[in-house]
Each structure stands twice: as structure tokens, then as C-alpha cells.
């Protein structure tokens, strides 16, 4: 199982117009499922909005093809759970755990995990992603 996370700042030019409203935080929210459905072909079998200490995130979960390969229309397809936490001011971070295909994802301890995650309201500068 791989869990990678990466946090980034969306201009606040591109989201002054709908965040930090939730309705707005459901659309980027709706955005990420999308993306995940074209680029990787996802077949998403959860899809869920947490509120946990103020901090909104979308838990999605299902297959997809293999993000870390180059050819993503080639990869085989693995088991994915992803959750993206909307932060205020811009603030976005994902964290992603990758297994198998018919590896289960969405167990309650897994869930946990993802939901474990929260965003600082510093400015974060290293543009880079963590494996962990």
C-alpha cells in the first residue's frame, strides 16, 4: 500500500468567488472526483463529505488506473481511497493511499487515517510532493 500526500495553495483569485463557502468547497470537491474519473478512468464507489474540527474533506474511494505509471491509459487498475481537505485561504492538500486491485480501502482504520490529516494556515512554500 502507498499513501502519498501533497499540499498546495490555489490562488485566492481563483477561489474568492466560492470559497471558503461550503457550496464552493463542494465544487472543488466535486472537481477532484472529476478529474479522477477522466485522467485515470476512477470508477468511484464512495464518495463522502467530513467535517471534523472545522476542517471540510472529501473522502472518496474506488479503482482507478495506475496514477504512477507514465502511461496512464496502459496502467493497470489498483484500489484507490483519497481524501482532499479545503482549507481556508486557498489552502488544498491530498493524501492518497494506492493498493492492489480488490484491496480494501475504506475499512474504518483507513478512513481514520486520511481524516488524520489537517492543514496548517501557514504558508507552505516547498511546492513538492512526500511519499511516505
Do not use: C, W
Not at 472543488?28 to 477522466?38: A, H, P, R
Not at 481556508?88 to 481514520?112: C, F, H, K, Q
Request: hydrophobic fraction near 40%; charged fraction near 15%; glycine fraction near 8%.
Amino acid at each position: 500500500m502507498r499513501l502519498d500526500i501533497e499540499s498546495f495553495t490555489i490562488p485566492v483569485q481563483a477561489v474568492s468567488t466560492g470559497m471558503p463557502t461550503m457550496m464552493g468547497k463542494q465544487m472543488l470537491g466535486d472537481y477532484y472526483l472529476k478529474q479522477l474519473v477522466e485522467v485515470n478512468k476512477a470508477t468511484i464507489t464512495r464518495y463522502e463529505t467530513h467535517i471534523i474540527d472545522g476542517n471540510v474533506m472529501f473522502y472518496l474511494a474506488g479503482h482507478m488506473k495506475n496514477p504512477n505509471t507514465a502511461d496512464t491509459s496502459a496502467a493497470a487498475p489498483v484500489s484507490f481511497a483519497a481524501t482532499i481537505i479545503l482549507g481556508n485561504e486557498g489552502n488544498v492538500a491530498v493524501a492518497r493511499m494506492i493498493g492492489p486491485a480488490g484491496t480494501s480501502l475504506s475499512t474504518p482504520e483507513l478512513i481514520d487515517v486520511l481524516d488524520g490529516f489537517k492543514l496548517t494556515t501557514t504558508l507552505n512554500t516547498n511546492q513538492s510532493s512526500q511519499v511516505l
